[in-house]
């Protein structure tokens, strides 16, 4: 873990695919649907979330990032904040910045603030986004391209203020259904040539498009429902998965993944998996 102590003031992220050493996750201690604001949580607001589960859940989550050498920074959780186990959401990292901005959902903000207070305690800097709203949900990076998703939680206001600090990179805007929530739930990059998508929430030309640059492995609906595109890699072909999704397991094997399968079903319920529960701030050179 030496690597890791000592790399911990530097921020860098370029692919959602190098090695993950890095990353800030926030237990869910008191995951609640208190108030519906998304597809998924309609379908589970009488059942809710027991909480307890989910936090033994999402520490197995972190007991297997760390056995995968990954060092895991814990954001503090509140009562106030039952949405905060989706850390992505809150700000991403692209290149050496640290961008955070405002969240859509009420329910959410000050969210951030704590997530700078974090960093600020580390030495770690932040880029706050003023104008507009934008989620990390709806940010991939691909080397010199960032992709973001036009959704109910990131508007044109924010794309064009990103669009004035990243000056040296292509900013791709993805439209797709909004009851989808982020892009990351219905496309998610897993190395430099390949990609997970759900065509149902994509327009034709966009995925036409998508086609030139990645070869596209499909998930199903019944799979995209149990966010099976929101897997998470760490880098060297390997990725966390949920062992629900059989089909997506099956495909990224098929295609050369070490599939690292963890139970996080109770957090899904609320509209969130790996990548949404994650926030990367140190990958390196994918190998």
Known sequence: MALAFERQLKVFCDTEYETLHKVILCQPKHME???????????????????????????????????QGVDVILIPPSKKYPEQVFTRDIGFTIGNTLFVAEMASDIRL??????????????????????????????????????????????????????????????????????????????????????????????QKTIEFLKTRFRLIEVSKDEQFTLGTNVLSIGKKRVFSLPINKDVNRKLKENGFEVIEVDISEIIKSGGSFRCCTLPILREEYK
């Open 33 to 67: 649907i208190k108030e519906v604001i998304n597809e998924t949580q309609k379908q589970y607001k009488e059942e809710n979330i027991d909480s307890d589960l989910a936090t033994t859940q999402h520490r197995e989550f972190i007991r297997s990032l760390e056995q």
């Open 110 to 203: 000050g969210e951030e603030e704590i997530l700078k207070n974090i960093l600020m305690g580390k030495g770690i800097q932040v880029q706050d986004l003023t104008t507009g709203i934008i989620e990390g949900g709806d940010v991939i990076i691909d080397k010199n391209t960032v992709y973001i998703g036009i959704s109910s939680r990131t508007n044109s206001k924010a794309v064009e203020q990103l669009k004035k600090h990243l000056t040296d990179y292509e900013i791709v805007p993805i439209p797709f259904k909004e009851k989808y929530l982020h892009l990351d739930c219905v496309f998610n990059i897993l190395s430099p040539d390949e990609a997970l998508y759900f065509p149902e929430a994509l327009e």
